[in-house]
């Protein structure tokens, strides 16, 4: 089978100077290999070299064309199949698959239309942030630490110069998720932004019972018991308090989503 000449390796002409010894390349990791051949094909599907229900190359012609080994081969192969954009068929081969028209998950500025989106969404941060304060505790670092004591700090000031503090508040949840060594919490709360927090989206301080002061003084102090377990290595309480926090904030929209209705006497 005529394999797509973008996946093909160009040898380097034979008179060529070599190379200075300061610039021999290092070694390919497997990793960048399977991405390599990966965004390879990837890129022959939206050229339209390889089109939908059209065979791949064999993994021998792939092999010999990246020069890498089966193994490397087939996990690219697994990530195509994971994204949905080819099949294995037993005995027969690998084919291309028709792009799928399911859209990737995503939350715009639209999901914030209501009140009762915002609670959706603080929904989904109470399953997410709970277990990130538990990992934080776990494995934060002095320089996890630091940061989040420099975002509550920051929301502390915030408070006293009238403002309603959502870029250090924010922060604080960032500091929280970096905390946990684990990229992908940083990496979906830096998606959602400052939006997640409701008043972005509501002007929640002004609305409160106790007032805007006392309303953002709770917060803070909220904010403190989620740093304190985390700083004393506490999964469990650190995991109550996150909690603790985002349903209080949960429970203070549902009540302005639903205020008690006055007596008729």
Known sequence: MAFPMNLVKTPSPELEPPAPATSIERPRRARGLVDEIV???MGSMRDGQLQPGQKLPTEAEIMARFDV???VVREALSKLQAAGRVE???GIGTFVLP???KANFKIAASDFATLADVISVLELRISLETEAAGLAAQRRTDDNLQ??????????DAIGSDSDGVPSDFQFHM?????TGNRHFADLMDYLGTMIIPRTRLNTPLSAPEGRLSYLQRVHGEHESIFNAIRQQDPEAARAAMRTHLSN????????QNPPKSSDN
Do not use: I
């Open 39 to 41: 965004e390879g094909l």
């Open 69 to 71: 080994s089966r193994t």
């Open 88 to 90: 294995t068929r037993h």
């Open 99 to 101: 792009p799928t028209d």
């Open 147 to 156: 940061a989040m004591s420099a975002a509550l700090q920051a929301f502390h």
């Open 175 to 179: 500091e929280v998720a970096h905390s």
């Open 249 to 256: 904030s949960r429970e203070r929209l549902r009540q302005a």
